[in-house]
């Protein structure tokens, strides 16, 4: 499974693969993934040569910080998951790359 943490790298992923000219799909998950998400990457999986899923926990999600905090990760059960769902590619940034300029001294929006 290709994996890219960067930005700039999973835009020249989508650009190449529009370049060959691929139609792209994309499912935004923020992991602890299920059948439902699985689902989702097959049938984008099913209506475009490519697709993307990307990973990431967004704390504007949620009201309550502790929930953030306490929101399920795991990276190997989300790619067990992703097995044999179809996917290309998952992106899977990180706060700063999300919201640059914008956390406080401990990392907080």
Same mark, same amino acid.
């Given at each position: !499974?290709?994996?890219l943490e960067d930005p700039a790298e999973a /835009?020249? #992923?989508c650009a190449a693969r529009r370049a060959e000219g691929a139609s792209l799909g994309f499912v935004p998950t923020m992991g602890a993934l299920h059948e439902g998400h699985v689902s989702l990457v097959s049938r984008s999986t099913a %209506?475009?040569?490519?697709t993307c899923v990307s990973i990431f926990v967004n704390p504007?999600?949620? +009201? /309550? %910080?502790? +929930?953030?905090?306490?929101?399920?990760? +795991? #990276? +190997?059960a989300d790619c067990l998951c992703l097995a044999a769902?179809?996917?290309? !590619?998952?992106f899977t940034g990180t706060l700063p790359q999300f919201f640059p300029g914008r956390l406080d001294a401990r990392g907080r929006l």
């Open positions: !499974m290709l994996r /835009e020249r #992923w %209506e475009n040569a490519r504007l999600q949620f +009201d /309550e %910080e502790g +929930d953030f905090v306490h929101y399920p990760r +795991d #990276w +190997d769902s179809g996917r290309h !590619m998952v």
